[in-house]
């Protein structure tokens, strides 16, 4: 009996090495796939050069759903299809100008319209300007911003590690701010750029308005001239002007897409495990890393597994998730037909934080599977991307918590530290994604998908 | 008695945790300064933009020697002075030129010439060319290379996760071909650039000669020109030649300067703890990320502590050693004065690997040391920094082995991911490091540097 005891724990203790030692070979020809041969970085000088920025609505965003549907196709995945769906439709316009007026002299300074603003009158605004930290600033100000602009100048906090922590600080201005401006009577709103680096470029992104606020004009500054602004306010005060002049508009909204690219589950094909990034960006640049990594890591990772001809247990689904920037629609109607359709989903994972060296992966909310993820840790050592913590997924997941209970969902998560010098301006281009850095994104993400598909979430 | 136990176990806990709680708070504090008011980008600014390339050597060599002696003055630090040595002294000279000639079409590609290379005849060399991998296959093609250019074109194994073991698996034939090549009677030698990138930038570095064996001249052709040359060569074999034409020199040994600043001991001021990088450069940039980075960050590290007022226990010394790049006799003459005047060292850190983001420490044969480093991982997870691994240090820090038995050598890891895109190439110019990556790797090397002082090496 005790010799069974010990020849059966051998033996456990064997598979078990046996599974891990497959594993790990596995991890490794995922890795040397992506790094010898893959297709990320050429897919991605494809939809940065060939079609370039591609905000919802757009035409380049039509052809960006259509290429990354053909590219899909192209590459034999089991089954390739399109969600419908209607997005909101803004539009920039012509180029901003704004000016800094002092007495005679005007200093030409960067912004542009953040997205969902309305434009400003034909011959723009020029008012006097109230420099704010915050919400309490101003409020604390009260009416004495009537008729002027207020003018948000909250830097992110450098102390803090994570970027995403010091955009999570310092984003409400942007999104909030006219809103808040607006209740206090003010005729527009400039906002500082969301970004740690001093530079000329302004970072657009997305605002709201509220029903029963007056709408007024907002853009962002770039943070240099945010610097000069508040410079020449904490000289000349009350004598400074600002003028911008922006002519964007919101149309009716448009017909718009999901593209969904699966591979069939060989044991279990009716259980899903999503990974995806979201196909549409803002218009300033060529939504190189945000989101043209995330899409395509997302279809490398089907790709590898075909090239390796690994058959997953469960369906592998790439989601290019449309309109993540200014009304998540996408993600919405990827939930609402989840559950409508009654899917069984597993888990789902997002990159939507640049094509950076990957750290590893944030759970949300799921301690089980957190806790189960984290024996995987010794497997992802080797290409340190082992840090398996609770934290956020992605936008584009958010509405599967509540449509499909019990679902895991997950973050991917590169290094955050240079995320905001190009987040939303016109440096996110190709040329600023490394090749190595963007093919070990892929190549962790298959790792991270296999193993779901392998070991569950619990 | 059993009351005093428990108490004691109690106090000894409660110490233990204090003294863990005012660490991180320390550390805390060292990340503050270097990303809230930090000199390490500015400095660096400064070194790449105001003096720039700075071969050993070379007036700008000179230059960087008297900047960082006054910069080091000027924060105050307790002694700062010069180790005076003698550094090879070469020179590229003219712009090289370089064609592949196809019967009448010559193709121009991109070359620069080894650092200790010889020149061409003034009119450069012309001569048939064989491709090889490496010096095996070098060997056993044999005497029919007589005459030829011999072309090393072994890529880096783009498999590897780190990508200085891509480097070290390919560097051989920038060091040794040469000789390799004119043991078999080769006219000259073309390597391949060590880096991952295909790009048309050829990667300078050093080569070695060999007594008695025939000096022949060396260059580094860009990754595409490699790839161009080799699919021709592939194609027409013997009817296509490769001209190419440099005229660099060796001049005299020149007079030359490590450059050191010191805070003293508080309370052990012999005991030594040594923060260094190196400040020559190649020539054809500006020597930011190699090793501009290093030389600024351990400046850095002492300001950040003066700042601090915080008082080491030890001396803690920044270090700039002259000639890393080809002949690394400033990495000599600092280890043969230690030797000399019996220096009691305890431990030395050097940063050359980039201002990329920080992952952790390198720790170069120490078991007992990287196990005593091992227990300080939790302090420096905040700051994702916590991989203490053992691997080599640094190069300036090799002669310090055998000069100062028991001396632990540590090297500091940032990402190694873009690093060979941009070595000894004209890509290595300030615009390239990002500044909270700067930042974070000299407030990750001050938190080192503050336990070692605190709790030593084993």
């Known amino acids: 009996m005790k010799f069974f005891k010990l020849f059966a724990l051998a033996f456990l203790c064997a598979t078990s090495l046996m599974a891990q030692g497959s594993d790990s070979v596995m991890l490794r020809q995922f890795y040397n796939v992506a790094l010898e041969e893959g297709h990320s970085y050429e897919n991605l000088r494809h939809l940065c050069k060939q079609i370039g920025p591609r905000l919802s609505g757009s035409k380049n965003a039509q052809k960006a759903v259509e290429w990354s549907k053909k590219l899909m196709e192209d590459y034999g995945f089991d089954k390739v299809y399109l969600q419908e769906l209607m997005v909101p439709h803004w539009e920039r316009g012509a180029k901003e100008a704004s000016f800094i007026i002092e007495g005679n002299t005007k200093i030409p300074v960067r912004i542009a319209a953040l997205g969902g603003s309305i434009a400003t009158p034909a011959n723009g605004i020029t008012a006097q300007v109230v420099e704010v930290k915050n919400f309490e600033q101003l409020k604390s100000i009260g009416a004495a911003v009537k008729g002027k602009i207020v003018f948000f100048n909250r830097p992110f906090d450098a102390k803090l590690f994570d970027t995403f922590e010091a955009y999570s600080g310092a984003v409400n201005q942007r999104g909030q701010g006219a809103v808040e401006a607006a209740k206090l009577g003010a005729v527009g709103v400039i906002v500082r750029s969301m970004t740690n680096i001093i530079d000329d470029n302004p970072h657009t992104g997305g605002m709201r308005y509220q029903d029963g606020v007056t709408k007024i004009p907002a853009a962002a500054i770039s943070t240099k001239a945010a610097e000069l602004l508040s410079q020449k306010l904490s000289v ?12 964007c508009q919101t149309l009716p909204d448009a017909l718009s897409y999901n593209v969904i690219g699966e591979i069939r589950g060989s044991v279990n094909p009716d259980n899903i495990i999503t990974v995806g990034g979201h196909l549409d960006s803002w218009d300033l640049a060529e939504g190189a890393h945000d989101d043209g990594t995330g899409v395509t890591q997302s279809i490398e990772v089907l790709r590898i597994f075909k090239v390796l001809k690994y058959k997953p247990q469960n369906t592998i689904r790439a989601v290019m998730f449309m309109n993540e920037e200014n009304g998540l629609r ?10 409508q359709n009654n899917e069984k989903h597993i888990a789902a994972l997002e990159s939507d934080e640049g094509g950076f060296t990957p750290r590893g992966f944030t759970i949300e909310d799921a301690p089980v599977a957190l806790a189960h993820f984290s024996k995987w840790k010794h497997l992802l050592e080797p290409y340190k991307v082992s840090d398996i913590e609770a934290g956020v997924s992605g936008s584009d997941l958010g509405p599967l918590k509540t449509a ?34 963007l093919e070990l994104g892929a190549a962790s993400i298959a790792s991270m998908i296999y193993l779901i598909d392998k070991y569950g979430t619990k």
Chains 1, 2 share one sequence.
């Open 404 to 437: 499909v209970p019990g679902i895991v969902l997950i973050g991917f998560k590169p290094d955050s530290q240079r995320y905001f010098d190009i987040h939303h301006a016109s440096s996110d281009v190709f040329e600023n994604v490394n090749k190595r850095e």
């Open 330 to 339: 996408g993600g919405a109607k990827y939930a609402e037909l989840a559950k």
């Open 236 to 247: 000349n005060g009350s004598a400074v002007k600002l003028y911008f002049k922006q002519n």
